[in-house]
C-alpha cells in the first residue's frame, strides 16, 4: 500500500510557474498508475493528468494541455506537476492519487490519495 505526500502549492501570479510534488512511501509509484486531480471550492474534484503504470505515456485534461507536464521519478520515487502559464481558473487544491489499474482518469477508481496541496492563482 502506497502512502502519498504533496507539496509545493503556493500563491503565484497568472502567467507564473508553480511544480508540485507527490513523494510516495511504502510501495513504489511505477508501479501505479499515478495521477493529478484538483478541487476548486464548491466544484467537484476533477482530473488534471495522469501517467499510466510502468510507462511513460501521459494523458490531460483539455484546459492544461501544453501548459501542465506530469513526470515521475522513480529513483526518487516521486511524482511530479509541473504548471506554467497558470491563470486564476487554475485555483484550486491538487491531489496526488495512485491507481491499482493500468489507466483511468476516474476519481472513483484511484485507490490512493494524498492530503492536498493548495495552489492560488492571482489575476
Known amino acids: 500500500q502506497v502512502q502519498l505526500v504533496e507539496s509545493g502549492g503556493g500563491l503565484v501570479q497568472a502567467g507564473g510557474s508553480l511544480r508540485l510534488s507527490c513523494a510516495a512511501s511504502g510501495d513504489f509509484v511505477k508501479e501505479y498508475c499515478m495521477g493529478w486531480f484538483r478541487q476548486a471550492p464548491g466544484k467537484e474534484r476533477e482530473f488534471v493528468a495522469v501517467m499510466i503504470r510502468f510507462y511513460d505515456t501521459t494523458y490531460y485534461t483539455n484546459s492544461v494541455k501544453g501548459r501542465f507536464t506530469i513526470s515521475r521519478d522513480n529513483a526518487e520515487n516521486t511524482l511530479y506537476l509541473q504548471m506554467n502559464n497558470l491563470n486564476p481558473e487554475d485555483t484550486a487544491v491538487y491531489y496526488c492519487?495512485?491507481?491499482?489499474?493500468?489507466?483511468?482518469?476516474?476519481?472513483?477508481?484511484?485507490?490512493?490519495w494524498g492530503q492536498g496541496t493548495q495552489v492560488t492563482v492571482s489575476s
Open positions: 492519487a495512485a491507481s491499482d489499474t493500468h489507466y483511468t482518469t476516474e476519481v472513483g477508481e484511484f485507490d490512493y
